[in-house]
């Protein structure tokens, strides 16, 4: 993809892309509402894809999505098991309301995030459609388009006053929230951890602690006070 310091990308060029690139995705919106009124949780390729590209553009790892960007580690990053069921279950919760309107499928948190997401994807890079996540273009850009992405998602004077523009504002932060969490090794069923969570690693966590002998007693040796 190309770099957008380059001249690739215009603001004109985007404006006027915008309705046609929204047309072109009507079908694939229609696909995200059946599924959500299935599922809100639905694993099909457009939102997993998506919601992947995001976890990958906040914290890269050694993923597939990551090496797609251009940007990745050599360790896991955000793209762990757990983490994209964890963002999407979070944009539900927080929006369970229609974001999109009834031209996008009237959809709701994660769907209505991924057609967005896709919409501003294809709109920055018509390319996008053709890499290896066919139906998430997001997931295709460089790292750099989707910072473009998020650029102009949070500067559209359309979204002002709506809730949309708070939850497009969040999006990275909840990323950034589920891959530092504990979700990549813990059990909800059980409400116990399973092993040592990626996001431990991420941050060099040593993990919970009972306290430190150097905290235990009374500074400097004295053991009681009188008032």
Do not use: C
């Not at 690139?21 to 998506?50: H, N």
């Not at 927080?94 to 948190?109: C, H, I, K, V």
């Amino acid at each position: 993809m190309d770099d957008p310091q380059h001249g690739y990308w215009n603001r004109r060029r985007f404006l006027a892309g915008t309705a046609a690139t929204m047309a072109a995705l009507i079908g694939t919106a229609g696909v995200f509402a059946r599924e959500a009124d299935a599922s809100p949780l639905s694993e099909t390729p457009p939102v997993r894809d998506t919601i992947n590209g995001v976890l990958a553009f906040v914290v890269p790892g050694n993923d597939p999505y990551s090496h797609q960007q251009g940007v990745w580690t050599d360790r896991p990053g955000g793209v762990t098991a757990g983490t994209a069921e964890s963002l999407e279950r979070t944009l539900d919760q927080a929006s369970p309301m229609p974001l999109l309107g009834p031209e996008a499928g009237n959809l709701p948190g994660a769907a209505a995030i991924a057609v967005l997401l896709n919409t501003f994807g294809v709109t920055t890079d018509p390319r996008s459609v053709s890499g290896p996540f066919a139906a998430a273009p997001f997931a295709n850009l460089s790292h750099a388009a989707k910072a473009q992405v998020f650029e102009w998602l949070d500067t559209d004077q359309r979204f002002e006053g709506l809730v949309l523009k708070f939850v497009v504002n969040a999006i990275p932060t909840l990323a950034a929230f589920a891959a530092f969490s504990e979700v990549s090794a813990y059990d909800r069923t059980r409400r116990e951890l399973t092993g040592r969570p990626v996001g431990w690693e991420l941050s060099r966590y040593a993990g919970p602690s009972d306290g430190w002998d150097e905290f235990l007693g009374y500074y400097g040796g004295i053991d009681q006070v009188e008032g």
